[in-house]
C-alpha cells in the first residue's frame, strides 16, 4: 500500500497546502493535510491520473510570423504529453492561420484537441 | 515629416497601452498609439503558456490570446495606431498645455505628434548579467529569460542544449519547462534567497514534474567558457556569504537569467517625469498623473506587475483619469501614501480623500493568515485579514470615501498601508 503514498504541494491556490496522498485498504484514495476540498479533488487526480495543459508552437510557412502558439484545449493526460510535444515540434501549417483553429482532433483517444491561440496573417509575394 | 495632433498620445501598444487607448477611445478623445514592434500584443505575445484573463475574462487563456483579444476591441475603435515606431523624444509644446512626441518609423520616417496628455505604457526591460555581477569569462550563450522565450516562441530558435537558470522568478520557471519541452536538459535552477521568488504553481509544474533540482541559498559565482558558455560554479551562502569550499561545478552551454525587471522610464526622463526608487517607475498621484501635468503612467512601466489582468484594470482607469483631465477635471487635495511594515510599496503615491481609491501594494514576507492595516494619522481605520500573502504575489485594496472620511483625521493626513 506504501508504494502509492505520496507528498504533494496543493496548487490549486496560492496557499500551497503540503498533501500526504495515499490509497486505503478499499482502494479509495486518502489526502491529508488539505485546507479545503479543493485539496481532495486536485490530490486525488494528481495520484490516479495527472493532467496538464500543453502549450507550444508550430512553424507557419508563408506567414508573417514564422511560429503559431497552440494549447491543447483541455488538460492531457501525462502520458500523452511527450508524443505530442514531439509531433507538434515537427509540424508545419500553412499560413493564414485563424485564431482558435483546431490543429489536431482526439490526441490519444482523449477527445482532447489541439487548437491555435493567435492568428497569422499570410505573407503576399510582391 | 509628418505632423498630427491629437488629445494623447499612448507610447506602448502592450496590454497596458492597448487599455487606456481603448479606454481613451469610448470615451471620445483622439488617441494616437505608438508601438517599437510590428504588431500590437507586446510581452504577452511570447508568453503562450496559459494562464493569463481569470480575473478580466473569466476564463483561462494564453498570452496571445489575452492579446488578440484585447487587439481586436481595438481595432473597432478609432484609434490611430503607428506599429514599428519607436517613441525616442517628448518635449513641452512652446505655447500652451501641450506635449510633442517624436516617433521614429521605417515607414513614415519621423511622425511628430503634437497632443494634449501623454499615457507611459513602455512595460518593463528584464535585469542582466551587470545588474547582479556574475564574475567570469563573457562568453556567447547567457541570455535573459524573457529573450530566450522570445527565441523559442517567437523566432523558433532553440537557444543551446544543457541549461542552467539563475533566479527562480516565475518567467525562469516558465522557461525551464519550455526548454525541457523543446528537448533541452535544464540541469538546475539557482536561487540566492532562501524561497522561490516565482509561484508555487510553477515550482510543481515547471520544476517537480521533470525532476529539475532547484538550489534555494545558491548562487552561480562563475560562468566558465571561451567562445561558448561551458560550465558555470554554484556556490552555496552561509549567512549571506558564498561558502566557497562547498563550491561546485555544472555543465551547461547556455545561462538563462531571471533576477528580476526593471520599469523602462528612459523616454520619461526625457520630460523630466520623477521616479520612484522602489519601484523604478514613475511618482503618480490617485489619478495616477505623474509630477508633470498631462502625464500619465500605467502597467509594468509604472511598477512591474504580476498578473496582466492587474494592468488591464489600471491603464482601463488611467484612460479614464486621463479623459477626465483632458474634461478639465482636477483632482481635490491629494495626500501622500506611505509603505507600513513588511510593504515594500504601495501605489498610487498620494490619495484623494474625496474619491474612492483603489492601491496596489507588493509585500515582502511569505505569511499566512497575516492582517492588512490602514493607518490614517496613526488610527488604524481598516483592517483586512488575508489568507496568504507573499512578494510574489501584489495585492489590491480600495478603500472608498466611507472609509478615509471618518475619524477625526484633520493633522496628518498621510495614509500608511501595512502588514502586520
Redesign the interface.
Known sequence: MDNTKREMVCIACPVGCHLTVSTAEDGSVVVEGNRCQRGVEYGREELLAPKRVVTATLAVSRGKSPRVPVKTDAPLLKAFIPGLLDQVYNMEIAAPVALGMVVLENIGGTGVRLVTTRSVLEVRAI | MRQEHYDVAVIGGGSAGMAAAISLAQRGKSVVLFERE?VLGGIL?QC???GFGLHHFKEE??G??Y??RVSKTLEELPVTVFVGSTVMHMEEAHAGEGKIVYAYSREHGIVMAEVRAVVLAMGCRERNRGNIGTPGTRPAGVYTAGLAQRL?????YIPGKEVVIVGSGDIGLIMARRMT???AKVKAVVEIQPYPAG???N???CLN?FSIPLYLSHIVSEIHGKNRVEAVTITPMVDGMPDTQRSFRVDCDTVLLSVGLVPDNEVSKKLGVQLNPETNGALVDSRLMTNVPGVFACGNVLHVHDLVDFVTEESTRCGEYVAEYLDGVRPAAQHRVVAGSNVKYVLPNWYDRSHDNRFYLRPMVVK?RAELQVRLDGHVIKTKVL??V?PS?MIALALDEKDLGDGAAQGDLRLEIAIV
Do not use: C, F, M, S
Open positions: 510590428e505575445l503562450i503558456h496559459n487563456l494564453t496571445p490570446e492579446a488578440e523559442v516562441n517567437v523566432e523558433g519541452w523543446v528537448g509561484l508555487t504553481r515550482i510543481v509544474q514534474d499566512n489568507k496568504h507573499q504575489e
